[in-house]
C-alpha cells in the first residue's frame, strides 16, 4: 500500500511498506493529502521509447563522426 507520509516543499514523501522514498508532488492529484492512499499505473510507451533511443542514436553518430 502506498500512502502518503508528508509534504515537505515541492516533494511527497511517501511510505510503501517500510520503505520510504519520495516524489514529486506535481505527480499526485492536487487534492491529494496526507494520510491518502495512492494508486500508481505504469506502462512503458513503445513509440516514445523509439524516438527517444533514435535521436539518442542521431545525437551520438554526430558526436564521433569525423
Not at 500500500?1 to 509534504?7: A, E, P, T
Not at 506502462?43 to 523509439?50: K, L, Q, V
Given at each position: 500500500?502506498?500512502?502518503?507520509?508528508?509534504?515537505e516543499g515541492d516533494w511527497?514523501?511517501?511510505e510503501l511498506g517500510r520503505k520510504v522514498f519520495n516524489?514529486?508532488?506535481l505527480l499526485?492529484?492536487?487534492e491529494a493529502k496526507e494520510g491518502d492512499v495512492i494508486n500508481i499505473d505504469t506502462?512503458?510507451?513503445?513509440?516514445?521509447?523509439?524516438r527517444l533511443q533514435k535521436s539518442t542514436?542521431?545525437?551520438a553518430d554526430s558526436l564521433f563522426e569525423e
Open positions: 500500500m502506498l500512502v502518503i507520509d508528508r509534504f511527497a514523501v511517501m516524489i514529486p508532488r499526485l492529484p492536487a506502462s512503458i510507451d513503445r513509440e516514445a521509447t523509439g542514436g542521431k545525437l
